[in-house]
């Protein structure tokens, strides 16, 4: 009887943290539990995956984060990730884990130097095709993009004093607002949140993973969230099976 296939897991932002380092959070995540499925990522007993926009919302700060989008779909610098923060990835990446693509604004790469997972159970076009799928009807983009538009209506882009207005200029509208003093991280914060949590689980779905390992439940977003915990049901209906770090030890026997 042939061997089963390692299971397929990928890990939500704040797992990865307790994976490069398993003391990190005591009183959420067991550090035994924690050191089980890092030892499981290194000895193959487990395949493990983290989403590309899980580093966006980890490497970098939120004035980083408007700074992103104020630039993102041009030629001009990005800000830099937190050397930090890419360090605990790199390590996770050490260990064993592949990132997975969640096209962020434009559909550019945010960051280099991680090895990519392979389309080994759909074909890319695929799973491109599940991420826009799954992408598709969820808010979080709109959201951004109807706060965006309404600062954009305030702190115009302007060119010799006139105002401009393309596509996508809605998208610096917020690092205007920032810079003139507004104070929108409260607001703006969670929604970027909720946009890339649809992303995350989207990378997840498009690559026809087995468990999704979280300790979210969405409370920073409320049930707006697609973590919240009202949600697991209508994720379970489309095969998305989220687990928490002890539930993946206990079910895996790791």
């Not at 989207?202 to 993973?209: E, I």
Request: hydrophobic share 40%; with cysteine; charged share 25%.
């Amino acid at each position: 009887m042939p061997a089963s296939k390692p299971p397929r897991v990928t890990f939500d932002t704040n797992v990865c943290n307790v994976i490069h380092n398993p003391d990190r959070w005591p009183s959420q995540v067991d550090p035994d539990d924690a050191r089980k499925i890092r030892a499981a990522i290194q000895d193959g007993r487990i395949l493990g995956f983290v989403s590309e926009a899980t580093l966006f919302i980890e490497c970098l700060s939120f004035e980083d984060k408007l700074a992103y989008l104020a630039v993102a779909g041009t030629d001009k610098a990005r800000p830099a990730p937190d050397p930090r923060a890419v360090a605990r990835f790199e390590d996770v990446g050490k260990v064993g884990a592949r990132l997975l693509h969640a096209p962020l604004i434009g559909g550019e790469i945010f960051i280099d130097g991680f090895q990519w997972a392979g389309d080994d159970v759909l074909t890319q076009e695929d799973r491109q095709s599940r991420f826009s799928e799954f992408c598709r009807p969820l808010e979080g983009k709109k959201k951004l993009q109807d706060y965006g538009e309404a600062l954009e209506a305030r702190f115009p882009l302007l060119s010799h004093g006139t105002p401009v207005k393309g596509p996508a200029t809605w998208l610096s509208a917020f690092k205007r607002a920032s810079d003139a003093g507004e104070k929108i991280r409260n607001d703006v914060g969670p929604i970027i949140g909720e946009w890339c949590d649809g992303l995350i689980v989207g990378s997840h779905f498009a690559y026809g993973n087995d468990v999704f390992c979280t300790m979210d439940e969405g409370k920073g977003a409320g049930a707006d969230s697609l973590l919240h915990h009202s949600k697991r049901e209508a994720l379970k209906a489309q095969g998305i099976v989220v687990m928490s770090p002890a539930e993946l030890v206990r079910c895996y026997a790791l």
